[in-house]
């Protein structure tokens, strides 16, 4: 069972530099979640979409970019990569938000921005 | 301000004890309190999610509790394995509809020693 699957799951970025990090789910999940976990503290939500062709912002959006093509997939871009974005990067996803519905998450990308 | 607070920092245990973990909050309305755990360069994957009107749920030899009065949750392992050692995360959903942003704690770090 592959659950969700990220890729790449290390990189190091140059200052300026973009790239995109990849997430698909194989659940048929409505909604899908990017995150971010800096050392020592709690994940922040950056991005969500509650289906295809929806997204919205979460609490920490600036300097990145979704988009939700297809129910699987929920790319996160990073244009002009700055060192406050290196961090450990995680999408996860859920059939809905009810109380019953946990959130299944990614092994996570590993950024370092130099 | 939503805010999610886990005691101790962190734990060391001999295999084969007990352990408790804290977590309080201020999320209000609440609606469903979660424990992850999440392994050192993994993804958290779901231990247990209560609503408003349970106070104890167990998985295993994981056991939580809620006082949504006193705004508690703790987290307690029986019989602890090396497998354990981790990082343990409380997450709070308020109440809302559609979906509404999760409050994660920054985590309980867990180590089993034999």
């Known amino acids: 069972n592959a659950g969700v699957t990220q890729t790449p799951k290390f990189r190091i970025l140059k200052i300026g530099q973009s790239m995109t990090l990849q997430c698909t789910q194989d659940?048929?999940?409505?909604?899908m979640y990017w995150y971010r976990q800096d050392p020592g503290m709690g994940l922040k939500l950056i991005y969500y979409?509650?289906?295809?062709?929806?997204?919205d912002k979460g609490e920490v959006p600036n300097g990145y970019n979704v988009s939700r093509s297809t129910t699987e997939d929920f790319p996160l871009r990073l244009e002009l990569a700055a060192p406050s974005q290196t961090s450990v990067y995680f999408c996860a996803s859920s059939y809905g938000t009810g109380s019953n519905q946990p959130q299944h998450f990614g092994d996570g990308t590993r950024l370092s921005i130099l | 301000k939503n805010q999610v607070e886990q005691s101790p920092q962190s734990l060391i245990i001999l295999e084969g004890k007990n352990c408790t973990l804290q977590c309080n909050y201020t999320v209000s309305p609440f609606s469903n309190l979660r424990w992850y755990k999440q392994d050192t360069g993994r993804g958290p994957v779901s231990l247990t999610i209560?609503?408003?009107?349970?106070n104890t749920k167990s998985n295993g030899r994981y056991t939580a509790t809620l006082d949504a009065d006193t705004k508690q949750s703790s987290l307690h392992i029986t019989a602890s394995q090396l497998s354990d050692s981790a990082s343990y995360i409380c997450?709070?959903?308020?109440?809302?509809?559609?979906?509404?942003?999760?409050?994660f704690g920054k985590g309980t770090m867990l180590l089993v020693s034999p």
């Open positions: 659940m048929n999940h409505n909604y």
């Open positions: 209560m609503t408003f009107s349970e």
């Open positions: 997450v709070v959903s308020p109440e809302a509809t559609g979906y509404s942003t999760l409050t």
């Open positions: 979409s509650v289906g295809a062709g929806i997204t």
